[in-house]
């Protein structure tokens, strides 16, 4: 089995993945100040007693990921992706099994690097620095980042602190800082749907750039449409568990079919949130 | 419908999902341990794992831009709103010490015999806030930047060395409107003054260990901050920011110990060697024996003790 894979350099391999997420204060009492001292009081015992809440977010996902591949992550809200998808960049840690990866996985975002009562101008300094880039490489693609967002396209406004930008503004600045950066792993999660129209499709067209560089490109979105234009590979969760891997079409048909969506149309949110983090008893 | 349990709508869709389970996935995953076999002949490493501490500091080093980029968008970000702007840098020390003039010197008179007394209390003062809001700093670096931590990789020691270094700045604008309030006061220009650099560089390297010690202790139990305030505001009336030690040592109601465990805490020297370097009828008697041993003690034990504290614990911030 192992010898059809020699030929292809793998870059994210997960091994019977599970992620579970304690959330403190949602025993009896609701995180009064009684069950708090309880909590603290009663240290040794078990998780449940404590007033943990254990929610098993991921399940027993197993898959491997190549190089030159752009891989979909669709399932309805609450179905695990964006945390497996920060499992692999090393943000969250796994309860059982691995994730063995290929250089540094990183997620496009850099939204938390950036402040507001800055200009545009120290924010693209301050994200590209906050991503790893040096000095010079922010300097070199300055004015390319600031094209992309075409902030400017409106006046100049990359001098402006960014409280003054409009959402849309906010997010396409950001969207080209942080895409701004090669990556040997690219995890994207749903950073498509920024923007006005002109603007996403410049955003597709960049990450099929990306994905040129780097070696593989992970995307979450409950955009068909643009997981459809973008990725060969689709991983379909459910409820944190894997139920297919395969060809986009061959998934999407599936998916579709279960969310009720009939036409290929793209549907941003499918579903409600289903109980898809189901705690276990522990 | 409550939280727990399945809703209805993925019931009904339960044949569906049947069906798709009995579709025979494409690329079929290895078992268990072919997975890891696989991921070990390429050679790919485990994500999210501790690097060793020299790699550490490397990773740190190849960060320094970003640190010091981090400090000054904060520091800058602060008075933005403000109509005065950066003026507000130096106004807000100027102000502290106004009211600790007004409180001190005319309300109180709590000269206890300092001569140079304003100089005196300003310099401990801001000597100590640096300390202070360091640590405080230090203990809300990754409690408070969650959303940092989680979205970015870099090494998380450059979150609270970021914050005591915003508090350098900080203090340099503080120690510029010192140096006006020192002439007012006639304190001659002397070389001594020439010490305050090494005194700062020491009182950096201890405040950067302890945030880090505190900025580990905050990750994991975020309540700390709350109690912080208290801790700090205790150990400001044992450091003799607002009176001399030495004075203290005097009067032989305090056993021996005391007053050289007060003498010898680290904010207290660092504030004296301060006072020491800056106002010239600060003598060098009223300092405590060794006192620049100490003070590059306690700046060595905090500061590499500290990041090796911080270190250890690098892959579980920001998890969980």
Known sequence: MADNTNDRIPTVVADGVDIVYRVNGTGAGRGSATAALNRIMRRKQTEKAAGVRRVHAVRDVSFVAYKGEAIGLIGTNGSGKSTLLKAVAGLLPVENGRIFTHGQPSLLGVNAALMNDLTGERNVHLGGLAMGMSREQVRDRYQEIVDFSGI??????????????????????????????????????????????????????????????????????????????????????????????????????????????????????????????????? | MGPIGPTPSPRVKAADVSQVLDTPPQTPPPAGGDLAALAARHGLSVSGARPSLPEYVRQLWARRHFITAFATAKLTAQYSQAKLGQVWQVMTPLLNAAVYYFIFGVLLGTKHGVPDYIPFLVTGVFIWTFTQSSIMAGTRAISGNLGLV????????????????????????????????????????GVSWLLALPVLALQFTFNAGVSMVMARMGAKTPDIAQLMPFVLRTWMYVSGVMWSIDKLADKDSLPHAVTLALAANPAAVYIDLMRFALIDSFHASQLPAHVWAIAVGWALVAGVGGFIYFWKAEETYGRG
């Not at chain 1, 402006?160 to 950066?181: C, D, N, Q, W």
């Not at chain 2, 005591?164 to 900080?170: D, G, P």
Request: glycine content about 4%; hydrophobic content about 40%; proline content about 6%.
């Open chain 1, 152 to 282: 400017n396209e409106k006046g100049d406004f990359i001098t402006l602190p960014m409280r003054t930008y409009s959402s849309g503004m906010a997010a396409r600045l950001r969207f080209s800082i942080a895409a701004a950066k090669d990556h040997d792993v690219l995890l994207i999660d749903e950073a498509l749907a920024t923007g006005d129209r002109s603007f996403q499709k410049r955003s597709e067209e960049r990450i099929r750039e990306l994905r040129k560089h780097a070696g593989t490109v992970f995307l979450v979105s409950h955009n068909n449409k643009s997981i459809r234009d973008t990725c060969d590979r689709v991983l379909w969760l459910e409820r944190g568990e894997l139920l297919m891997d395969g060809p986009t079409e061959d998934v999407l048909k599936e998916y579709e079919a279960f969310t009720g969506d009939k036409s290929a149309k793209p549907k941003p949110k499918p579903k409600p949130k289903a109980a898809a983090k189901v705690p276990v008893p522990s």
């Open chain 2, 150 to 189: 989680r979205a970015l990789h870099f090494p998380r020691a450059a979150l609270p060395l970021s914050f005591c270094l915003q508090q350098l700045q900080q203090l340099l604008f503080s120690m510029a409107a010192l140096v006006v309030i020192l002439l007012c006061f006639g304190v001659p220009v």
